[in-house]
């Protein structure tokens, strides 16, 4: 008997039965792959959302002066100082760490907008004043000051750059800024010679300006990248009295206010979550 005769016809059976396991499993493949499309949600383009954010601000360059420099309390008065210019307190607020917590809503694919609250726990002051007489020029000047603001935040998503979304946006909003005191030293008169004023809280009108970019981790949550400016208004001292410590004895002056601007620029990471 031909061994071709008898094993071809179960090659010809073998090698059908294989296409066809083949082709079985090929649209097994493909009705799990649709499946699993199918499970899987799209990106909603409206409803809301929660942001949760941390970043670094770097205050700009400031100086306390006095709310009404004609007052006979004033601290500073309308003179010049031992450098030429307007006595005062001249330095910085530290980069200090910001924190956002938020609640928003997207209206469409391209509008959004929330309600954020925004923390500064440290944002310590640090200068030198410049009071005439024996004092000399280093005339040291710190402060502890915090910041909490909320603002009504609306933003514009633009067109996407590859996988990346930037966006614009604009908020207004109020701060409520505080102060511990402010602490003068004098190291020219004596090592304990200092002077401090009463601390004080504001709370003011508040606006910021955004712009970033953000990057989808998946179908709900994104990460977002952002430069912001900040304005948080004023940080004022209270009137009252101040203690002065001289070499020559302690005593308490009557003084007013002062004040001083705070603005910040910095960049903030935040994650935000779609319902």
Not at 161 to 181: C, E, Q, T, Y
Not at 189 to 211: E, F, H, K, Q, R
Request: hydrophobic content about 40%; some cysteine; aromatic content about 8%.
């Amino acid at each position: 008997m031909n061994v071709n005769c008898i094993l071809l016809p179960w090659l010809h059976r073998g090698l059908r039965l294989t296409l066809a396991l083949v082709c079985a499993s090929g649209a097994a493949a493909n009705a799990e792959q649709v499946s699993s499309q199918a499970e899987s949600p799209a990106r909603s383009e409206s409803g809301a959302y929660v942001r949760l954010g941390v970043g670094v601000d770097w205050p700009e360059a400031t100086g306390f002066r006095d709310n009404d420099c004609s007052s006979p309390k004033a601290l500073f008065g309308c003179r010049t100082g031992n450098n030429g210019q307007p006595i005062g307190a001249t330095g910085n607020f530290d980069p200090a760490v910001v924190m956002d917590g938020a609640l928003g809503y997207r209206f469409n694919r391209w509008i959004r907008a929330e309600a954020l609250l925004s923390w500064r726990p440290d944002l310590d002051f640090s200068g030198q004043s410049n009071f005439l007489g024996a004092a000399g020029r280093n005339q040291p000047v710190s402060g502890a000051v915090s910041s909490v603001a909320g603002f009504g935040v609306a933003y514009v998503d633009l067109p996407k750059v590859g996988k990346l979304r930037p966006f614009l946006g604009a908020g207004l909003g109020v701060a409520r800024n505080r102060i511990d005191s402010l602490h003068f030293q004098f190291p020219g008169l004596s090592a304990t010679a200092i002077t401090n004023v009463p601390g004080g809280s504001s709370i003011d009108m508040a606006y910021l300006l955004t712009a970033g970019i953000s990057v989808p981790v998946n179908n709900r949550l994104d990460l977002d990248l952002a430069y912001r400016f900040t304005d948080l208004g004023r940080v004022t001292t209270g009137s009252g009295q101040a203690l002065v410590v001289r070499p020559a004895g302690t005593f308490n002056i009557p003084i007013g206010g002062t004040s001083a601007d705070l603005q910040t620029q910095g960049v903030i990471m935040s994650l935000r979550y779609a319902f």
